[in-house]
């Protein structure tokens, strides 16, 4: 009778937010588990364990959902979610999930899914094919829904990205990833999707730390994260393309070359409350962009500009605290850009043209 109360209450999204939701309730309260090595599945490292993994998954597809474990140990292989399923470790640093190597041909994923919706990803590490061909991923989900990809390591897609939700046109949204770890991955996490959820994760060594992109990265919510780009050449701790709505709030950037960079259209998207310390370049940088709210930051030892607004009309910058040893603290080229309140102190001047 509540659940009833509730949808009535709810309309559009918010409808299938609330059915997802309870969705996943059900199957985390009843949910059968299925272990990899009761199908044949060796995590010796050695091995290739697809065939036997896509049986424990499909088993548990065909039981109506359910947890696919894998104990401790390390299983090379191409993993493919279906929906309603749950792959699991014993912990990040107990189960790890190798990527295959590359044929050369196609791209490589270690964990992959496709229209797939109420998967929940967690407790192991993902270790990508770190070759230089074409464009791996640790774990990829394409055009799906209800995703969630917690308590994860992802390491060495040195060529690629780490986690990555995208073909988001009709399908793809109400994903998150929280409380997990990528390194050494050209892209760290990477949004293209609809209202996702990015809180709690550390992300190191990676040339774009978090990527909202391209086509929909509508309403996100990226929180609470810790970025350290450990000085990489061309870095950017987060950065957002044709991003909309967005919320980027209370993140720790640190070591990028430019922390927070909103470009190529991005509009009404919120940076507030962040800690970016230590760029190279921009502390944070508009350009291209729309009606973007600057507030409250707090820039630390950017060697370039520590806040810098170009062709981005609308944009509001107020109550941001800015110290460095650069050329100016405040750079606004934008018209209809609005500057005030702000703190600047340690530059050669505090505002430039």
Known sequence: MEDETLLRCASGGAVRRILLALTLLATSAGARTFEVTAYGAKGDGRADDSAAIEKTIAAAAEAGG????????????????????????EGAYASFIEALPSDGKTASYAIFGKEVSGVT?????????????????????????????????????????????????????????????????????????????????????????????????????????????????????????????????????????????????????????????????????????SSISVKDNLIEAAKGVGIGVERSPGSHVAGNRVTGAGRCGIRASADDAVVAGNSVSGYAKETCE
């Open 121 to 289: 990803v967690r407790d192991l590490t993902v270790i990508a094919d770190g070759a230089q061909v074409f464009w791996p991923a640790g774990i990829r989900f394409a055009a799906s829904s209800g995703v969630r990809v917690t308590g994860v390591t992802v390491r060495d897609s040195t060529n690629g990205q780490g986690i990555v939700f995208d073909e988001a046109p009709g399908f793809g949204s109400d994903n998150s990833v929280t409380d997990s770890t990528v390194r050494d991955s050209e892209q760290g996490i990477v949004i293209d999707n609809e209202n996702v959820r990015v809180s709690g994760n550390f992300v190191e060594n990676c040339k774009y730390g978090i990527s909202l992109e391209y086509a929909t990265p509508h309403a996100a919510v990226v929180t609470g994260n810790i970025v350290d780009a450990k000085g990489r050449e061309g870095s950017f701790g987060i950065v957002g393309s044709a991003a909309d709505h967005a919320v980027i709030s209370a993140n720790n950037i640190r070591g990028a070359w430019i922390g927070i960079y909103l470009k190529e259209k991005s509009n009404r998207v919120s940076v507030t409350g962040n800690l970016v310390s230590g760029s190279f370049g921009h502390g944070i940088k508009l350009e291209d962009a």
């Open 66 to 89: 359910g947890v696919v474990l894998f104990p401790t140990g390390r299983y090379k292989a191409r993993v493919v979610a279906r929906t309603g399923v749950t792959l699991a470790g």
